[in-house]
């Protein structure tokens, strides 16, 4: 069974950094795809960021382009997501998720297998 677990979720001031993690365990290949999603009250969950596991490919929601950056250090099985630049647009909870079988790398949530808890992240103004 594959788990998701997410942590580095916080408040902070706008124009202000945050660093999310996602540490993956149980058994993967390194064909799968990794992708961040943010949930705001109110909405529709979204696509952030999304990684190749060999990182060869990486796609960004336009609103975090230049911002933010996908990585994946193998050796820690684990997938980051850099945050920079923060707005208080930013604030929601952010999920990590894995597609185990993946055709493209995919902005549609329902194309992944697993997912974290989430994480809160909160940036004030």
């Known amino acids: 069974q594959v788990q998701l677990v997410e942590s580095g979720g916080g408040l902070v001031q706008a124009g202000g950094s945050l660093r999310l993690s996602c540490a993956v365990s149980g058994r993967t290949s390194s064909s799968i795809a990794m992708g961040w999603f943010r949930q705001a009250p109110g909405k529709e969950r979204e696509f952030v960021a999304a990684?190749?596991?060999?990182?060869?490919?990486?796609y960004y929601a336009d609103s975090v382009k230049g911002r933010f950056t996908i990585s994946r250090d193998n050796a820690k099985t684990a997938v980051y997501l850099q945050m920079n630049s923060l707005k208080p647009e930013d604030t929601a909870v952010y999920y990590c998720?894995?597609?185990?079988?993946?055709?493209?790398?995919?902005?549609?949530?329902?194309?992944?297998?697993?997912w974290g808890q989430g994480t809160q992240v909160t940036v004030t103004s």
């Open positions: 990684t190749t596991w060999s990182g060869s490919i990486t």
């Open positions: 998720a894995l597609d185990v079988r993946p055709i493209m790398v995919t902005t549609n949530p329902r194309e992944y297998d697993y």
